[in-house]
């Protein structure tokens, strides 16, 4: 079966430390990957995705995101966080067999000034 | 410019009441969606439209009836609304139904059902 992880509920950083969200994927076939913010009372943005070619996905905000196909994984980053990163993330990954989106659970970023 | 609209940004109703939310996309996109996102923040597709034809229909209440006009609009009409149908409710869109293409959601409606 097709499914996305976020292994955790929450994350707590620091102002101006890296942080990280995690996320891996079980999907027969390459992935399409993609990772979307939910700010308060907001609908979702999106941030960035995989398709194919780097690795490394560079998206909105200063995030960007490493695909690692061998860990199945496709985690969240950024150098140096802002108080105003602070929100809930939703990692998704495409389902091939009706192109819909299978989503995460989320996770909530906090950060701390 | 808003590029995914709905309206409205609240809904407050009893139960048993007939009620629609409306969603419209300036982007273009021939492809419309509508998601719940219940208490917990789980998000589950309920409905997707290509070019004005249903093409994913979830196991949703027949009480939840879209409906698109033309391609820019997909409105959601619920019947008989009941305490758990309480949630705030998004419409996406996106260029198409491909497996690389973005879906932009709008700003959500939230329903509560008293």
């Known amino acids: 079966a097709q499914s996305v992880a976020q292994p955790e509920d929450q994350v707590n950083v620091a102002e101006g430390n890296p942080l990280t969200v995690k996320c891996t994927y079980s999907v027969s076939g390459n992935p399409y990957l993609f990772w979307y913010v939910q700010y308060p009372n907001r609908g979702l943005q999106f941030l960035l995705k995989y398709i194919t070619g780097d690795n490394l996905v560079k998206g909105s905000y200063g995030f960007e995101a490493e695909f690692n196909k061998s860990q199945t994984s496709f985690h969240l980053k950024k150098p140096s966080a802002l108080v105003s990163d602070s929100a809930l993330y939703f990692c998704?990954?495409?389902?091939?067999?009706?192109?819909?989106?299978?989503w995460g659970a989320g996770t909530k970023l906090i950060i701390k000034p | 410019d808003t590029a995914v609209s709905q309206t409205p940004k609240y809904l407050v109703t009893q139960m048993g009441n007939d009620k629609s939310i409306k969603c419209e996309q300036n982007l273009g996109h021939d492809t419309m969606y509508w998601y719940k996102q219940d208490s917990k923040k789980f998000l589950k597709i309920m409905f997707s439209?290509?070019?004005?034809?249903?093409?994913i229909n979830e196991t949703v209440p027949n009480r939840f009836s879209p409906k698109s006009p033309d391609k820019a609009h997909l409105n959601l009409h619920i019947n008989s609304l009941e305490l758990g149908d309480s949630a705030v409710y998004f419409c996406?869109?996106?260029?198409?139904?491909?497996?690389?293409?973005?879906?932009?959601f709008g700003p959500g409606t939230r329903l509560t059902v008293l």
């Open positions: 998704a990954v495409r389902d091939m067999s009706n192109y819909q989106l299978i």
């Open positions: 996406a869109s996106s260029q198409g139904g491909r497996a690389y293409d973005t879906q932009y």
């Open positions: 439209y290509n070019n004005k034809e249903l093409i």
